[in-house]
């Protein structure tokens, strides 16, 4: 086992695994896409309302203008019915949606801290040598270079 590996397991890192959960933190995470997702369907359930309403009146001046209310009222389950149907399956799709973009959002959010928060335990430990990588398109990449500047001034003075 080389330094580089001793380092690593006091660390508590196992360098095999890679961190590719999706959910580093699911409280934070499930709970960012609870809200947007309650936002959400608040808004999609007040336009229903709305439409429900408007539709009701169409439907109530139309049976009032006519001899024939019992063909129209069949017209109208069925498409009430069909509204229904489409709309349920839209929002089953939306739901879904919402929670996967919320959950690869906050992973590229949160997944940075974990190796910054190791980086920070490694300077603390004296390992000076050790340097955060995060992957490309991660947020907090100026603070990782910053972190790393720091540890590279530390070895220096170490020496």
Do not use: W
């Not at 397991?9 to 309650?38: C, H, T």
Request: aromatic share 10%; net charge positive; glycine share 4%.
């Amino acid at each position: 086992m080389n330094y580089y590996q001793t380092i690593l397991r006091r660390l508590g890192i196992n360098e095999n695994r890679k961190a590719r959960n999706l959910l580093l933190k699911p409280a934070l995470q499930l709970k960012l896409a609870a809200y947007a997702l309650i936002l959400s369907l608040g808004f999609i359930l007040i336009t229903l309302l709305f439409g429900k309403l408007y539709f009701e009146q169409t439907f109530i001046t139309m049976v009032e203008n006519t001899t024939q209310a019992e063909y129209i009222q069949a017209i109208v389950n069925q498409q009430v019915h069909d509204f229904k149907s489409m709309s349920l399956l839209l929002l089953v799709g939306y739901t879904v949606l919402m929670v996967v973009l919320i959950t690869v959002y906050t992973h590229r959010m949160i997944g940075p801290t974990l190796p910054i928060m190791r980086h920070i335990k490694a300077l603390k430990d004296g390992f000076y040598s050790h340097r955060v990588q995060l992957r490309r398109h991660d947020c907090f990449q100026e603070l990782a270079n910053e972190l790393n500047a720091l540890a590279e001034t530390l070895e220096k003075r170490k020496q």
